[in-house]
């Protein structure tokens, strides 16, 4: 069951972990401001409609590399001396935050090295190293991988970039709160993915510091709620994790600095389950021609579920963090969000093992005007005179589903329904 968690808005004790501050922010969009362009904020009709809020959907999507990331790491790297630009940096990834990075390093000549884990996809190698990086591939985790880039840091005296936990990356992350008030200066409410909380962090500092009475939610995968847990334990801690569909938001261990800010500045952390992201892939697809990544359909996964009632009638922005998702996982989402509407009906048919039987049984699935997808035909291991067929079917909903059932049924076949393949 996923679950909620209000934040404890309390001032660190003085000597403790640093904070972000609004001047960190302001200064960050001072540095990034001309070489960010800002992502569009624009309102959804439809989904308005759909969940009883005025939603505004800020597509971070649309970045040059697919995601926010490449704002706060165009501040670090603004941030570095000449010297260390020169020496070059490194950083641990196996996703966006290696091309956020890399893609900035090359467009400023900053020689750029990536450790990524040797089981990270072809494709997420491959857009790194053609934005010009260094990629090690090392260690069966990203723990491993995170631990060879301290150790080439130092080795090598490189800067570590940190994809969360560095005031100057939750800074450029920042900058897309300081959007957000200049495009739409009535928002109410802020749904915001939280992985390692980096985004969150930055994002409720430009709001709260600005206009207190907006309310900030963070989102994380019931699979791995890092931030709720350390937030509920008052520091951090590493619960324990599944795999996620939300693979830029898997984040075992949140950082010291993001966890402060987040329990001074957000409202409250919310957890959603596979499913509910999975449905909000596919919605989003569907209504709004907006291809998300996992992490970032968190936010409407959220909304859709009811676990920010805070938002309901109100104007209220969902950050929609990447877009980088495998086009093999958005097939297998697509499929199995259309057999879950009556949309696919996978079923097995067994009939007479004689000439004219396959003729007959597609016939009878074109007066019903259904649409065969894809097509079977087994006899090796059928009982004897039988065959059997597995169809994949278009259809119009389940009532369809239904008659098409009982239409074969009443013809003489054997109906075995079958499950689409999850995705």
């Given at each position: 069951?996923?679950?909620?968690?209000?934040?404890?808005?309390?001032?660190?004790?003085?000597?403790?972990?640093?904070?972000?501050?609004?001047?960190?922010?302001?200064?960050?969009?001072?540095?990034?401001?001309?070489?960010?362009?800002?992502?569009?904020?624009?309102?959804?009709?439809?989904?308005?409609?759909?969940?009883?809020?005025?939603?505004?959907?800020?597509?971070?999507?649309?970045?040059?590399?697919?995601?926010?990331?490449?704002?706060?790491?165009?501040?670090?790297?603004?941030?570095?001396?000449?010297?260390?630009?020169?020496?070059?940096?490194?950083?641990?990834?196996?996703?966006?935050?290696?091309?956020?990075?890399?893609?900035?390093?090359?467009?400023?000549?900053?020689?750029?090295?990536?450790?990524?884990?040797?089981?990270?996809?072809?494709?997420?190698?491959?857009?790194?190293?053609?934005?010009?990086?260094?990629?090690?591939?090392?260690?069966?985790?990203?723990?491993?991988?995170?631990?060879?880039?301290?150790?080439?840091?130092?080795?090598?005296?490189?800067?570590?970039?940190?994809?969360?936990?560095?005031?100057?990356?939750?800074?450029?992350?920042?900058?897309?709160?300081?959007e957000i008030l200049e495009q739409n200066p009535y928002i109410?409410?802020?749904?915001?993915?939280?992985?390692?909380?980096?985004?969150?962090?930055?994002?409720?500092?430009?709001?709260?510091?600005?206009?207190?009475?907006?309310?900030?939610?963070?989102?994380?995968?019931?699979?791995?709620?890092?931030?709720?847990?350390?937030?509920?334990?008052?520091?951090?801690?590493?619960?324990?994790?599944?795999?996620?569909?939300?693979?830029?938001?898997?984040?075992?261990?949140?950082?010291?600095?993001?966890l402060a800010v987040t329990r001074r500045y957000v409202d409250?952390?919310?957890?959603?389950?596979?499913?509910?992201?999975?449905?909000?892939?596919?919605?989003?697809?569907?209504?709004?021609?907006?291809?998300?990544?996992?992490?970032?359909?968190?936010?409407?996964?959220?909304?859709?579920?009811?676990?920010?009632?805070?938002?309901?009638?109100?104007?209220?922005?969902?950050?929609?963090?990447?877009?980088?998702?495998?086009?093999?996982?958005?097939?297998?989402?697509?499929?199995?969000?259309?057999?879950?509407?009556?949309?696919?009906?996978?079923?097995?048919?067994?009939?007479?093992?004689?000439?004219?039987?396959?003729?007959?049984?597609?016939?009878?699935?074109?007066?019903?005007?259904?649409?065969?997808?894809?097509?079977?035909?087994?006899?090796?291991?059928?009982?004897?005179?039988?065959?059997?067929?597995?169809?994949?079917?278009?259809?119009r909903g389940f009532d369809h589903i239904a008659d098409l059932?009982?239409?074969?049924?009443?013809?003489?076949?054997?109906?075995?329904?079958?499950?689409?393949?999850?995705?």
């Amino acid at each position: 069951m996923a679950t909620s968690i209000t934040a404890e808005h309390a001032q660190p004790p003085p000597g403790s972990t640093p904070l972000l501050s609004f001047d960190d922010v302001e200064q960050a969009r001072g540095r990034i401001g001309q070489q960010i362009t800002p992502s569009p904020l624009t309102w959804s009709p439809k989904l308005s409609a759909m969940m009883g809020s005025r939603l505004y959907l800020k597509c971070e999507n649309l970045q040059m590399t697919g995601s926010f990331k490449e704002r706060g790491a165009l501040n670090r790297l603004l941030t570095l001396s000449d010297e260390q630009r020169a020496r070059g940096v490194i950083a641990s990834s196996a996703g966006n935050h290696a091309q956020g990075l890399a893609y900035n390093c090359q467009r400023l000549g900053v020689p750029a090295t990536i450790v990524m884990p040797t089981g990270t996809p072809l494709t997420k190698e491959s857009r790194t190293r053609g934005f010009g990086a260094r990629v090690i591939l090392h260690g069966n985790n990203y723990d491993e991988a995170y631990a060879h880039a301290l150790e080439l840091s130092q080795r090598d005296d490189l800067t570590f970039v940190h994809p969360f936990n560095d005031l100057a990356i939750m800074a450029g992350q920042g900058t897309i709160g300081l959007e957000i008030l200049e495009q739409n200066p009535y928002i109410e409410v802020v749904v915001v993915p939280i992985g390692g909380g980096g985004l969150i962090s930055g994002i409720a500092v430009a709001l709260k510091e600005t206009n207190p009475r907006i309310k900030v939610i963070g989102v994380e995968a019931e699979a791995v709620p890092s931030m709720q847990a350390s937030v509920a334990a008052g520091r951090v801690v590493e619960p324990p994790t599944r795999r996620t569909i939300a693979d830029g938001i898997a984040v075992r261990r949140v950082g010291e600095l993001t966890l402060a800010v987040t329990r001074r500045y957000v409202d409250d952390i919310v957890t959603v389950t596979e499913e509910e992201i999975s449905n909000a892939i596919l919605l989003l697809l569907e209504s709004e021609k907006t291809v998300v990544e996992g992490s970032g359909a968190t936010t409407l996964a959220a909304i859709r579920a009811g676990r920010v009632p805070q938002a309901d009638g109100r104007r209220t922005a969902l950050i929609l963090s990447g877009g980088n998702i495998d086009v093999n996982v958005i097939s297998r989402i697509i499929e199995r969000g259309l057999a879950k509407d009556g949309r696919i009906m996978a079923v097995r048919v067994v009939l007479d093992d004689a000439p004219g039987s396959l003729a007959r049984l597609t016939a009878i699935l074109a007066e019903a005007r259904a649409n065969v997808i894809e097509i079977h035909h087994n006899r090796t291991f059928a009982r004897i005179s039988k065959a059997v067929v597995d169809l994949t079917l278009e259809t119009r909903g389940f009532d369809h589903i239904a008659d098409l059932e009982q239409r074969l049924s009443a013809e003489g076949y054997g109906v075995e329904p079958r499950k689409m393949t999850a995705a």
